[in-house]
């Protein structure tokens, strides 16, 4: 039985909803974690397609934390598209 979170965010639709739910919280500490996951999950390579970032960039991105003002708008365009249940 695999306990490791990332395990759990195969799909850009999990992946896009567990990071929507980390920005919603307000907590950078909740944020940091989330892209520490997000960093091991292989949604992470649908969300860099679906943004235009190379994977391994983004990766990156997660791993350290920091992350530039275009990459964030990037992905936050994505998960905002990709969020289930979300009508636009």
């Known amino acids: ?10 799909t850009l639709e999990a992946l896009s909803a567990f990071l929507a739910a980390a920005f919603e919280s307000g907590d950078p500490a909740v944020l940091l974690d989330a892209f ?6 292989e949604g992470t390579a ?3 397609a679906a943004a235009g970032i190379p994977q ?9 934390g920091e992350m530039s003002m275009s990459v964030t708008l990037a992905i936050m365009k ?3 598209l990709h969020m289930p249940g979300a009508a636009h």
């Open 36 to 41: 520490a996951v997000a960093a091991r999950a």
């Open 46 to 48: 649908h969300l860099a």
């Open 78 to 80: 994505v998960i905002d």
């Open 56 to 64: 391994a960039d983004l990766r990156h991105a997660f791993a350290s």
């Open 1 to 10: 039985m695999n306990t490791d979170p990332a395990a759990q965010l195969a």
